[in-house]
């Protein structure tokens, strides 16, 4: 009888062994990689539900290409690991210990906005010397969608096209 019970304690430690390595390897630790981590601050975005809808649309993204398709997912649902991933996380998160060689998107809202048009700029930004550096600046891009009875749906498509316009510009 006692052989039975070790056997049995035996089994369940090993499961649990085995169960913890599991985990441990997919853990969304080892899916990000750093210098892969796009931040991105949203700069005069006077509409509250538009800020809501891009910082929803882009924070926790991942992005890479496959079969030359470009793909945007929720990091809580990519399973493999591409050397060209990107990661998008809100500036908000980088509080006061920044790091050399941290990248940044700034999204400044340009002000032109109605139920059918936007205006916006993008530009990037890599953090050296202690300060912002700007690598890049795209300009304004206008952005414009046919939703123009309900502006709900507008803003979730104007959230959209800058969430791609983003990642698309990361890669550039």
């Given at each position: 009888?006692?052989y039975?019970?070790h056997?049995?304690s035996?089994?369940?430690?090993v499961?649990?062994?085995?169960t913890?390595?599991?985990?441990?390897?997919?853990?969304?630790?080892?899916?990000?990689?750093?210098?892969?981590?796009?931040?991105?601050e949203?700069?005069?975005?006077?509409?509250d539900?538009?800020?809501?809808?891009v910082?929803?649309n882009l924070?926790?993204?991942?992005?890479?290409?496959?079969?030359?398709?470009?793909?945007?997912l929720?990091?809580?649902y990519?399973?493999?690991?591409h050397?060209?991933?990107?990661f998008?996380?809100n500036?908000?998160?980088?509080?006061?210990?920044?790091?050399?060689?941290?990248?940044?998107?700034k999204?400044?809202?340009?002000?032109?906005y109605?139920?059918d048009?936007?205006?916006?700029?993008?530009?990037?930004?890599?953090?050296?010397?202690?300060?912002w550096?700007?690598?890049?600046?795209?300009g304004?891009?206008?952005?414009?969608?046919?939703?123009?009875k309900?502006?709900?749906?507008?803003?979730?498509?104007f959230?959209?096209?800058?969430?791609?316009?983003?990642?698309?510009?990361?890669?550039?």
């Amino acid at each position: 009888m006692d052989y039975k019970n070790h056997y049995r304690s035996g089994i369940l430690v090993v499961i649990l062994f085995l169960t913890g390595i599991f985990f441990i390897t997919c853990s969304d630790n080892k899916k990000e990689n750093i210098n892969n981590t796009y931040y991105f601050e949203l700069v005069n975005f006077t509409k509250d539900s538009l800020k809501k809808a891009v910082i929803d649309n882009l924070t926790g993204k991942v992005s890479y290409y496959k079969n030359d398709k470009l793909l945007i997912l929720s990091l809580n649902y990519v399973t493999e690991d591409h050397p060209d991933m990107h990661f998008f996380k809100n500036a908000d998160e980088l509080g006061t210990d920044l790091k050399p060689d941290i990248k940044k998107v700034k999204i400044e809202f340009g002000g032109a906005y109605s139920k059918d048009s936007i205006t916006y700029s993008l530009q990037k930004y890599v953090y050296r010397n202690n300060v912002w550096v700007k690598t890049s600046d795209m300009g304004y891009v206008k952005g414009t969608t046919s939703y123009k009875k309900a502006k709900k749906f507008a803003i979730e498509e104007f959230a959209k096209q800058i969430t791609n316009n983003v990642v698309v510009y990361t890669y550039n």
